[in-house]
């Protein structure tokens, strides 16, 4: 069965930490996003990357960063974290032949 | 890209067909209509994705009229593990479906 996984479910830091958070896919898949879902905003894509070491921001890049230097890791990075980065952050994945998103189960992240 | 229009919340009852219709009056020609499926504290999974006019499979039905302005979902006899949050998501399979636009879906939540 193919997956996403996501380093951490959970996760603490502190106003100013910067923070890392890492998606790994096993399906050999080019495209990898990473996405922030809010209560009433839905999903917002922040970034998406096409092949190694390529990205795109999507609509709400303010903030990240990220990277990807092999093809089944992509990282999000909180240059320094701020308390209205509180949320969870889903990552995704994607062959470039279909439409079908897989997904990892999140990461709850808590700014304080 | 064509923007989406769902009802943000549908209520149901457990053995009942349930209906989900979604608007896409900018859809482009080749565009396809594909919906997801998020439960509380997981990323959003693919359930079913058509063209034009009908597509079954073992989960639900899409119907999509001819002029492919709208798409409806179908869910038959629903049980309370379908409650959930369902994306309708339109794009074609190039470069541009990177960038889906999920908002903020329609939530079902189905009684007993």
């Known amino acids: 069965d193919v997956k996403v996984t996501q380093s951490s479910r959970y996760l603490v830091k502190r106003t100013g930490e910067k923070v890392f958070l890492e998606c790994v896919q096993d399906?050999?898949?080019?495209?990898m996003f990473w996405y922030r879902q809010d209560p009433g905003l839905g999903l917002r894509l922040i970034y998406f990357?096409?092949?190694?070491?390529?990205?795109e921001k999507g609509d709400i890049p303010e903030g990240y960063s990220v990277s990807r230097e092999k093809k089944e890791r992509f990282s999000l990075i909180l240059e320094s974290a701020s308390t209205n980065q509180t949320s969870m952050y889903l990552c995704?994945?994607?062959?470039?032949?279909?439409?079908?998103?897989?997904f990892g189960s999140g990461t709850r992240l808590t700014v304080v | 890209l064509a923007k989406t229009t769902q009802p943000i919340s549908m209520d149901s009852y457990e053995g009942q067909e349930v209906n989900i219709t979604c608007s896409h009056n900018?859809?482009?020609?080749?565009?396809?209509i594909t919906w997801y499926q998020q439960f509380p504290s997981q990323g959003p999974r693919f359930i079913i994705q058509?063209?034009?006019t009908k597509v079954t499979n073992e989960v639900a039905s899409l119907f999509i009229p001819a002029d492919r302005k709208s798409s409806t979902l179908s869910l038959p006899r629903v049980s309370l593990s379908d409650t959930a949050v369902y994306y309708c998501?339109?794009?074609?399979?190039?470069?541009?479906?990177?960038?889906?636009?999920f908002g903020s879906g329609t939530k079902l939540n189905v009684k007993p």
């Open positions: 998501l339109v794009g074609d399979m190039g470069y541009n479906f990177n960038k889906f636009y």
């Open positions: 058509g063209y034009k």
């Open positions: 990357s096409y092949d190694v070491k390529m990205k």
């Open positions: 900018n859809i482009a020609t080749n565009d396809y």
């Open positions: 995704a994945s994607r062959t470039g032949t279909n439409y079908g998103y897989t």
């Open positions: 399906m050999d898949h080019e495209n």
